[in-house]
C-alpha cells in the first residue's frame, strides 16, 4: 500500500464523462454518448469500491479520516484553505450510494430519455451533478464542500430546466435556484462565524479545537450551527424553505429520482452529520434540527394526502422522509439518520423511477385520477413499485422499517421533546403509509379510468434498475442498525445500544411492533378508502371542506410567500431598481454623456471644413501655440501672477 | 559693431534668414492655390531648416547637425518623386491643380 486512494479520481471521472458529451455530445452518435455517459458513474463507482477496499485492507495503517491534499488553495493570513478531500466511513456510504445509484438512474435514463432530442446536453448535466455531488461528500473543509454545493444547484437547476421552452419548467428551475441562494446565505455566514472563531474552515481542525475546549458551547457554537442549518434547510427542502421541491418535478423523472430524492436533498442530512461536533456543542440548535425535522416531516405528508399529481406525491413524501432525517439528527442519532438516507435512497428513487416508467408507458400521463389497473399491463412496474411502497410505509421486513425504527427510538429515548417528536414520527408514518397505499391502489389496481389509453410495459434497460432497486429496498435494511452504527461511530459517535439503555430490549420491541401496527392501519384505511368504498374519500372531503382545501392547496405557502416575498420584492425592482436606478440615474447618467459628446461633436465639426489650407493654418498656429508654451519660463510667470494675485486679494 | 564687419557671420543673422525661409514658406503653403506652388512651399520650408541645421552643425562643430540635412535632403528627394506623381495624377483625374477643387474627401 503506497498510502494513497487516487480519491480525486471519483469526482474527475464523472466530469471527464461531463466534458465529452457537453462538448462532443450534438457530433457523436447515440450509441457513444450512451456509452460515455454510463462509463463515467460506472469508473466512479468502482473507484468508490477500490477505495472502500483500500480503506478497510489498509486500516491499520490509515488514520481515518483519511486525507488527501491536492495544493493549497488560498494562503491570506491566518486563512490557509487546502484542496483537500477526505474518505472516512461517513463519506464513503454517501459515495455508495451516490455512485451507484447514480448508475442505475443512468441506465435507466438511457431507455427513460431515449427519444429526447438533447440526449447528450442530458447526459453531460447528469454526469456534471455526480462530480459536484462527490465533490460535496467527499470535501475536506467547508470551502471545497461550498463549491459542491453550489455546483449541484447548478446541475439541478439546469435538469429541473432541461425542457426549458416550457415555461413551468423554466420557472421551476430558477424557483429552485433562489430558495436554494436564501439556505447559502446561511451556509456562507456559518462559514464566516467558523473562520473568524476557529481560523479553520477544515472539518478536522474544528473538532479538535471544540474538543480541546470545553467551553465552547452555546453562544457563537448556536449561532453557526442555526446558521449551517438555515443552509442545510434549503438544500434538503425542509421548513421554510421546502417550496421549491414540489416544482422541481417539471424535471424529467429520472432527475427527479436522483437529484430530487436519492443524493443532492440529502446534502444538508450529509452536512449537519459532517458538522455534528458544532451541533453536539449546542443543544439549542439540536433541537431546533430535530423541531425543524419533525415538523417538516408531518406538514409534508398532509400536503400528501391529497395531490393527485403521482409525482407530487413523490416529492412531498421526500420532503417528509428528509424531515425524519433532520429528527434523527435532530436527537444525535447520526448514524439512524444517514442509515435512513442510505434505505431512502434506494426506496426512493425506486419509487420515482417505476413512476416514470407508468409516466412513460402512459404517454406522459401523471394524474393519478386517470390511471388504475396497470398491474395486468405492467408486471414489472407494478411488483417493484410494490416493494418501494412497502419500504416506506416501514413494514418489517422492507428496508424503510429498520431505519425508520432507528430514528423513532432514538427519539423516544431523548428526553421529553424527543417523545413528543416520537409521537410525531408516529403519526408521519401512518400518514405515509396512507398516502402510498392510496397512490398504489389509484394507480395499479381497480379498474382503467382512461380505457383510451393503451399503456405498455417500458423497456428493460427501465425495468432492470428498477429490480436491482426493488431487491436492495427489500435487503437494503438487512445490515441492521446496529451493524451500520458500529460502521459509522467513528465517523458520527455512537449509537444508542438498546440492550442497555433505558427499557431495555424489550422497549426497542415495543416501539418497533407499534410502528409496523401503524404502518399496516394506514395501509388498511386506504384498502378501505380507495379498494372497498371508492365514494369515501370523495365523501370526506364533502364533509370536511375546510381542511381539504387546505390541503389540496398546500396551505397557501406558495401564495402566503408570494404576497409577503416574492411581490414587495418585484414591487421594489420594477419601480425602485427599474425606475429609479435604471432608468433615471444609470440611464439618465448614460443619456448625459451621450448628449455632451454628440453637442461638443456639433460644435467641433465646423472644424472639419474640408478646406486643406485651414487645416495647414491651424496646423501652423498649433505649433506655434507649443513653442510659445515651450520657451515662455511659465514658473517665473505664474510665480508672478500669484504674488500678483494674492497682493490683490489683501 | 565689431562682430557686424568681422570675418564670421554672426549666428543670428543665419537663423533670421532660417526663420524668413519658413515662414514664407508656410505663408506661401496657406495663401497658395496651385498644387505645385505648394508643394514648392514645403520645399522651402525645408530648406530653411536646413539651414539652421546647417548653422548650429558649424557653430558647435557638431557632425550630427549636417547629417540630419542629408536625411532631410534625401527625404525630400523621395517625396518629391512621390508628390509629383500624385500631382500628375490628381491632375489626369480632375483637369485641375486647384487645391480647393481637390474635395473629394469632405463630407
Given at each position: 500500500m503506497?498510502?494513497?486512494?487516487?480519491?480525486?479520481?471519483i469526482?474527475?471521472?464523472?466530469?471527464a464523462?461531463?466534458?465529452?458529451?457537453?462538448?462532443?455530445g450534438?457530433?457523436l452518435?447515440?450509441?457513444?454518448?450512451?456509452t460515455?455517459?454510463?462509463?463515467a458513474?460506472?469508473?466512479?463507482?468502482l473507484a468508490?469500491?477500490?477505495s472502500?477496499?483500500g480503506?478497510?485492507?489498509a486500516?491499520?495503517?490509515?488514520?481515518l479520516?483519511?486525507t488527501?491534499?491536492?495544493?493549497?488553495?488560498?494562503?491570506i493570513?491566518?486563512l490557509?484553505?487546502d484542496?483537500?478531500?477526505?474518505l472516512?466511513q461517513?463519506?464513503?456510504?454517501?459515495?455508495?450510494v451516490?455512485t451507484?445509484?447514480?448508475f442505475?438512474?443512468?441506465?435507466y435514463?438511457?431507455?427513460?430519455?431515449a427519444h429526447?432530442k438533447?440526449?447528450?446536453r442530458?447526459?453531460?448535466?447528469?454526469n456534471?451533478?455526480l462530480?459536484f455531488?462527490?465533490?460535496?461528500?467527499?470535501?475536506?473543509?467547508?470551502?471545497?464542500?461550498?463549491v459542491?454545493w453550489e455546483?449541484?444547484?447548478?446541475a439541478s437547476?439546469?435538469?429541473i430546466?432541461?425542457?426549458?421552452?416550457?415555461?413551468?419548467?423554466?420557472?421551476?428551475?430558477?424557483?429552485?435556484?433562489?430558495?436554494?441562494r436564501?439556505?447559502d446565505?446561511?451556509?456562507?455566514i456559518?462559514?464566516?462565524l467558523?473562520?473568524?472563531?476557529?481560523?479553520?474552515?477544515?472539518?478536522?481542525?474544528?473538532a479538535t479545537?471544540?474538543?480541546?475546549?470545553p467551553?465552547?458551547?452555546?453562544?457563537?457554537?448556536?449561532?453557526i450551527?442555526?446558521?449551517?442549518?438555515?443552509?442545510a434547510?434549503?438544500k434538503?427542502?425542509?421548513?421554510?424553505?421546502?417550496?421549491w421541491?414540489?416544482?422541481?418535478?417539471?424535471?424529467?423523472?429520472?432527475?427527479?429520482?436522483?437529484?430530487?430524492?436519492?443524493?443532492m436533498?440529502?446534502?444538508?442530512?450529509?452536512?449537519?452529520?459532517?458538522?455534528?461536533?458544532?451541533?453536539?456543542?449546542?443543544?439549542?440548535?439540536?433541537s431546533v434540527?430535530?423541531?425543524v425535522?419533525?415538523?417538516t416531516?408531518?406538514?409534508?405528508?398532509?400536503?400528501a394526502l391529497?395531490?393527485?399529481?403521482?409525482?407530487r406525491?413523490?416529492a412531498?413524501?421526500?420532503i417528509?422522509?428528509l424531515?425524519?432525517?433532520f429528527?434523527?439528527?435532530?436527537?444525535?442519532a447520526?448514524s439512524?439518520?444517514?442509515?435512513?438516507?442510505?434505505?431512502?435512497a434506494?426506496?426512493?428513487?425506486?419509487?420515482?423511477l417505476?413512476?416514470g416508467?407508468?409516466i412513460?408507458?402512459?404517454?406522459g400521463?401523471?394524474?393519478?385520477?386517470?390511471?388504475g389497473?396497470?398491474?395486468k399491463?405492467?408486471?414489472?412496474?407494478?411488483?417493484?413499485m410494490?416493494?418501494?411502497v412497502?419500504?416506506i410505509?416501514g413494514?418489517?421486513p422492507?428496508?424503510?422499517?429498520?431505519?425508520?425504527?432507528?430514528?423513532l427510538?432514538?427519539?423516544?429515548?431523548?428526553?421529553s421533546?424527543?417523545?413528543?417528536l416520537?409521537?410525531v414520527?408516529?403519526l408521519?408514518?401512518?400518514?405515509t403509509?396512507?398516502?402510498?397505499f392510496r397512490?398504489w391502489y389509484?394507480?395499479?389496481l381497480?379498474e382503467s379510468?382512461s380505457?383510451q389509453?393503451h399503456?405498455?410495459?417500458?423497456p428493460?434497460?427501465?425495468?432492470g434498475p428498477?429490480v436491482?432497486?426493488a431487491?436492495?429496498?427489500i435487503?437494503?435494511g438487512?445490515?441492521?442498525?446496529?451493524?451500520f452504527g458500529?460502521?459509522?461511530a467513528?465517523?458520527?459517535?455512537?449509537t444508542?445500544?438498546?440492550?442497555?439503555?433505558?427499557?431495555?430490549?424489550?422497549?426497542d420491541l415495543?416501539l418497533?411492533?407499534?410502528?409496523?401496527a401503524?404502518?399496516?392501519l394506514?395501509?388498511?384505511?386506504?384498502h378501505?378508502f380507495?379498494?372497498?368504498?371508492p365514494?369515501q374519500?370523495?365523501?370526506?372531503?364533502?364533509?370536511?371542506?375546510?381542511?381539504?382545501?387546505?390541503?389540496v392547496?398546500?396551505y397557501w405557502?406558495?401564495?402566503?410567500?408570494?404576497a409577503v416575498?416574492?411581490?414587495?420584492l418585484?414591487l421594489?425592482?420594477?419601480?425602485?431598481?427599474?425606475w429609479?436606478v435604471?432608468k433615471a440615474?444609470?440611464g439618465g447618467g448614460?443619456?448625459?454623456?451621450g448628449?455632451?459628446?454628440?453637442?461638443?461633436?456639433?460644435?467641433l465639426?465646423?472644424?472639419?471644413?474640408?478646406?486643406?489650407?485651414s487645416y495647414?493654418?491651424?496646423?501652423?498656429?498649433?505649433?506655434?501655440?507649443?513653442l510659445?508654451?515651450a520657451f515662455?519660463?511659465?514658473?517665473?510667470?505664474?510665480a508672478?501672477?500669484?504674488?500678483h494675485?494674492?497682493q490683490?486679494?489683501? | 559693431?565689431?562682430?557686424?564687419?568681422?570675418?564670421?557671420v554672426?549666428?543670428?543673422?543665419y537663423?533670421?534668414?532660417?526663420?524668413?525661409?519658413?515662414?514664407?514658406?508656410i505663408?506661401?503653403?496657406?495663401i497658395?492655390?496651385?498644387?505645385?506652388t505648394?508643394?514648392?512651399?514645403?520645399e522651402l520650408?525645408?530648406?530653411?531648416?536646413n539651414?539652421s541645421?546647417?548653422t548650429?552643425?558649424?557653430q558647435w562643430h557638431?557632425?550630427?547637425?549636417?547629417?540630419f540635412?542629408?536625411?532631410?535632403m534625401?527625404?525630400?528627394?523621395?517625396?518629391?518623386a512621390?508628390?509629383?506623381?500624385?500631382?500628375?495624377?490628381v491632375?489626369?483625374?480632375?483637369a485641375t491643380l486647384?487645391?480647393?477643387?481637390i474635395?473629394?474627401?469632405?463630407?
Open positions: 503506497n498510502g494513497s486512494l487516487h480519491l480525486w479520481l469526482p474527475l471521472l464523472p466530469f464523462g461531463f466534458l465529452i458529451n457537453g462538448l462532443l450534438r457530433r452518435p447515440k450509441a457513444l454518448v450512451s460515455v455517459a454510463l462509463l458513474p460506472l469508473a466512479a463507482f468508490v469500491l477500490g472502500a477496499f480503506m478497510f485492507g486500516m491499520p495503517m490509515l488514520n479520516p483519511y488527501e491534499t491536492f495544493g493549497t488553495w488560498l494562503n493570513g491566518a490557509h484553505v484542496f483537500s478531500l477526505v472516512d461517513l463519506s464513503l456510504i454517501m459515495l455508495l451516490i451507484g445509484v447514480g442505475l438512474i443512468h441506465v435514463s438511457v431507455g427513460y430519455m429526447d438533447g440526449y447528450a442530458y447526459f453531460s448535466y447528469l456534471l451533478f462530480f455531488m462527490t465533490t460535496l461528500v467527499l470535501a475536506g473543509n467547508a470551502l471545497v464542500m461550498f459542491g455546483g449541484v444547484g447548478l437547476y439546469l435538469l430546466g432541461f425542457w426549458f421552452s416550457k415555461t413551468n419548467a423554466a420557472a421551476a428551475g430558477k424557483k429552485a435556484f433562489i430558495v436554494n436564501i439556505g446565505v446561511g451556509f456562507l456559518g462559514m464566516f467558523l473562520l473568524a472563531n476557529f481560523g479553520t474552515l477544515t472539518f478536522t481542525e474544528i479545537k471544540l474538543g480541546q475546549d467551553g465552547w458551547s452555546g453562544g457563537v457554537v448556536t449561532v450551527a442555526l446558521c449551517l442549518l438555515l443552509g434547510a434549503g434538503s427542502a425542509q421548513l421554510p424553505l421546502y417550496i421541491l414540489p416544482d422541481a418535478m417539471e424535471g424529467p423523472t429520472p432527475v427527479s429520482a436522483l437529484i430530487h430524492a436519492a443524493t436533498v440529502t446534502a444538508g442530512v450529509y452536512m449537519i452529520a459532517r458538522n455534528q461536533v458544532l451541533f453536539d456543542h449546542s443543544p439549542f440548535a439540536l434540527v430535530a423541531i425535522g419533525g415538523a416531516a408531518l406538514f409534508a405528508a398532509t400536503i391529497v395531490q393527485n399529481d403521482i409525482k406525491v413523490l412531498y413524501s421526500t417528509s422522509q424531515g425524519y432525517m429528527l434523527g439528527c435532530g436527537v444525535a447520526y439512524a439518520a444517514v442509515f435512513h438516507l442510505m434505505t431512502h434506494f426506496f426512493k428513487a425506486l419509487l420515482f417505476a413512476a416508467s407508468v412513460h408507458g402512459l404517454g400521463e401523471q394524474d393519478l385520477r386517470k390511471m389497473g396497470l398491474r399491463r405492467m408486471p414489472v412496474t407494478f411488483w417493484t410494490t416493494a418501494g412497502i419500504a410505509a413494514i418489517w422492507f428496508a424503510g422499517f429498520f431505519s425508520k425504527d432507528a430514528i427510538y432514538s427519539a423516544f429515548q431523548h428526553g421533546l424527543g417523545k413528543a416520537w409521537f414520527g408516529l408521519t408514518a401512518l400518514l403509509a396512507f398516502y402510498m397512490l389509484m394507480t395499479f381497480g379510468r380505457p389509453v399503456p405498455h410495459e417500458s428493460w434497460s427501465m425495468l428498477l436491482i432497486l431487491v436492495l429496498s435487503c437494503g438487512w445490515v441492521g442498525i446496529d451493524r458500529s460502521l459509522l467513528s465517523a458520527t459517535g455512537p444508542i445500544d438498546p440492550a442497555t439503555a433505558a427499557g431495555g430490549k424489550s422497549l415495543i418497533s411492533g407499534i410502528a409496523v401503524v404502518a399496516l394506514g395501509w388498511l384505511i386506504a378501505i380507495y379498494k372497498q368504498k365514494q374519500p370523495a365523501q370526506l372531503a364533502a364533509a370536511l371542506p375546510g381542511g381539504y382545501k387546505l390541503l392547496n398546500k405557502v406558495d401564495e402566503f410567500y408570494g416575498v416574492v411581490k414587495p418585484m421594489f425592482s420594477t419601480y425602485f431598481l427599474g429609479v435604471d440615474i444609470l448614460a443619456w448625459l454623456l448628449g455632451t459628446a454628440t453637442f461638443a461633436g456639433a460644435l465639426q465646423r472644424w472639419q471644413s474640408g478646406n486643406i489650407r495647414a493654418a491651424w496646423l501652423a498656429a498649433g505649433a506655434a501655440a507649443l510659445l508654451f515662455i519660463p511659465w514658473t517665473t510667470v505664474l508672478d501672477i500669484g504674488i494675485l494674492t490683490a486679494g489683501h | 559693431m565689431n562682430a557686424l564687419f568681422s570675418q564670421e554672426p549666428l543670428i543673422f537663423l533670421l534668414l532660417s526663420a524668413a525661409l519658413f515662414a514664407l514658406g505663408v506661401g503653403f496657406l497658395k492655390r496651385n498644387l505645385i505648394v508643394f514648392m512651399s514645403i520650408m525645408l530648406n530653411g531648416v539651414l541645421f546647417v548650429f552643425a558649424h557638431a557632425v550630427k547637425g549636417q547629417i540635412v542629408f536625411f532631410v534625401m527625404v525630400a528627394a523621395a517625396e518629391a512621390v508628390g509629383l506623381a500624385i500631382i500628375i495624377a491632375f489626369r483625374a480632375r486647384a487645391v480647393d477643387r474635395d473629394l474627401m469632405k463630407l
